[in-house]
């Protein structure tokens, strides 16, 4: 069974910093296409980014180009979610999640396991 645990989220002001990290227990995270979403208050699950299994392809939403960067380290079954210039429109819980695949491709969905979230709060 594969396991999925988020860290790193908090409180910061905006035009701060936060890394969130994401560990895959269970099964080698480069069998899985990893991706980060993100749920405010009263609104939906979006997508934030994804990286393919070997790193090489990743992804963004457009509201969070140029300040997140999505990476991995498979050695350390970890994915990271570096977090630039943060807004208070960016405050929400943050999921990572994880998609078996044998493509190395970054997924539409639907990705087959997840974590339970994190916090992340930017105050104006």
């Known amino acids: 069974q594969v396991q999925l645990g988020e860290s790193g989220g908090g409180l910061v002001q905006a035009g701060g910093s936060l890394r969130l990290s994401c560990v895959v227990s269970?099964?080698?995270?480069?069998?899985?296409?990893m991706g980060w979403f993100r749920q405010a208050p009263g609104k939906e699950r979006e997508f934030v980014a994804g990286i393919s299994r070997s790193g090489t392809k990743t992804a963004y939403t457009d509201s969070v180009k140029g300040r997140f960067t999505i990476s991995r380290d498979n050695a350390k079954n970890t994915v990271y979610l570096q977090m630039d210039s943060l807004k208070p429109e960016d405050t929400a819980i943050y999921y990572c999640?994880?998609?078996?695949?044998?493509?190395?491709?970054?997924?539409?969905?639907?990705?087959?396991?997840w974590g339970l979230g994190t916090q992340v709060t930017v105050s104006s």
């Open positions: 269970g099964r080698t995270s480069s069998a899985y296409a």
């Open positions: 999640a994880a998609e078996s695949t044998w493509r190395d491709h970054v997924p539409d969905g639907p990705y087959d396991y």
